[in-house]
């Protein structure tokens, strides 16, 4: 969306964008969770090109990258290496010192940090809690870069921090059976499908 503004694959993610401000009212709508059902379906790209356009409407955006076991977004961003939300979950440091700016107006992005050896007790905990409090009142909107749901478990157990959810799915390549048994698993634990 930032390097090839003009390209179809950038004027989808605008349409996602008019798609989020029209299907809820302003504000209802301020955490996203965005995961997909297998590894490689393209999550972390929507997370950073939603994040894109959501700013470039004049949004205040951050990207938190909460896969902590495959990261993405710091490569993305170019962010560099830093605390990130790991450590930050694991430590007394304050939320203010972990976000860092992109090249993009409007959007900040959260890092994933060291790799824990625990990522679904530290995504799950009160730190973690704190954090998005915190950002909901920092920011428009807060994006989470969740792992795989048939993978590991830590994009269901984020669930609930989340005002929505989209599940990202590669067309002609994901597994119908994959996708149904993901839909299945939100459904599950009560999730609801952006």
């Known amino acids: 969306a930032a ?4 390209s179809i694959q950038a004027e989808s993610y605008r349409s996602i964008r008019t798609t989020l401000f029209v299907s809820s009212p302003p504000g209802r709508i301020k955490t996203i969770l ?3 059902p297998l590894a490689r379906e393209g999550k972390s790209s929507t997370v950073a090109n939603m994040g894109i356009t959501l700013a470039e409407a004049g949004k205040r955006v951050v990207v938190v990258d909460s896969d902590l076991r495959k990261p993405r ?6 962010a560099g290496s830093g605390p990130g939300l790991s450590r930050f979950l694991s430590s007394a440091m304050e939320p203010a010192e972990i ?7 409007n959007l900040q992005v959260i890092t994933s940090g060291p790799l824990p050896a625990n990522p679904i007790e530290l995504l799950t905990s ?15 909107y807060v994006l989470f870069d969740a792992p795989p749901l048939l993978a590991v478990s830590d994009a269901l157990a ?10 990202v799915v590669r067309g002609g390549q994901t597994p119908i059976p994959a996708l149904k048994q993901a839909k299945q698993k939100l459904d599950a634990h009560k999730l609801k499908c952006l």
């Open 73 to 78: 977004q710091a490569r993305i961003f170019n």
């Open 158 to 167: 984020m669930g609930p921090l989340a005002d929505a959810i989209i599940l």
């Open 126 to 140: 009160e730190r973690m809690d704190a954090l998005v409090a915190f950002l909901k009142r920092s920011y428009d």
């Open 34 to 36: 965005v995961t997909s």
């Open 3 to 6: 390097r090839e503004p003009q």
């Open 99 to 105: 976000v860092k700016p992109t090249q993009v107006s």
